[in-house]
Nanobody
Framework: QVQLVESGGGLVQAGGSLRLSCTAS????????MGWFRQAPGKERESVAA????????YYGDSVKGRFTISRDNAKNAVYLQMNSLKPEDTAVYYC?????????????????WGQGTQVTVSS
């Protein structure tokens, strides 16, 4: 079974940056679109960003456009989320997951198990 392991979270002041990483086990990483999701306390999990299998296309939620950048390295079975200009409302547990297409990922139709996630806390 594919495992997804997120890392890179932490505590940062508003306006700061963090880079999240997600590594996947297995040999089929490049067969899937990948995405980042987040869940804040008391809120539903939401999609943040998605990237196509090749990395040629990316998609973002409205709240993070222009501040976050998703990328992937298929040779390393890894997907990244560079987060700049962080705001307190970005505070959440961040997860990665995979899907058949970027659109499916952004719609929350995912194909992998949820990992532990990584906590991002932005102080004001």
């Amino acid at each position: 079974q594919v495992q997804l392991v997120e890392s890179g979270g932490g505590l940062v002041q508003a306006g700061g940056s963090l880079r999240l990483s997600c590594t996947a086990s297995g040999r089929t990483f490049s067969n899937y679109a990948m995405g980042w999701f987040r869940q804040a306390p008391g809120k539903e999990r939401e999609s943040v960003a998605a990237i196509s299998r090749s990395g040629g296309s990316t998609y973002y939620g409205d709240s993070v456009k222009g501040r976050f950048t998703i990328s992937r390295d298929n040779a390393k079975n890894a997907v990244y989320l560079q987060m700049n200009s962080l705001k307190p409302e970005d505070t959440a547990v961040y997860y990665c997951n995979k899907g058949s297409t970027s659109g499916a990922v952004m719609a929350g139709t995912i194909a992998g198990p949820w990992g532990q996630g990584t906590q991002v806390t932005v102080s004001s």
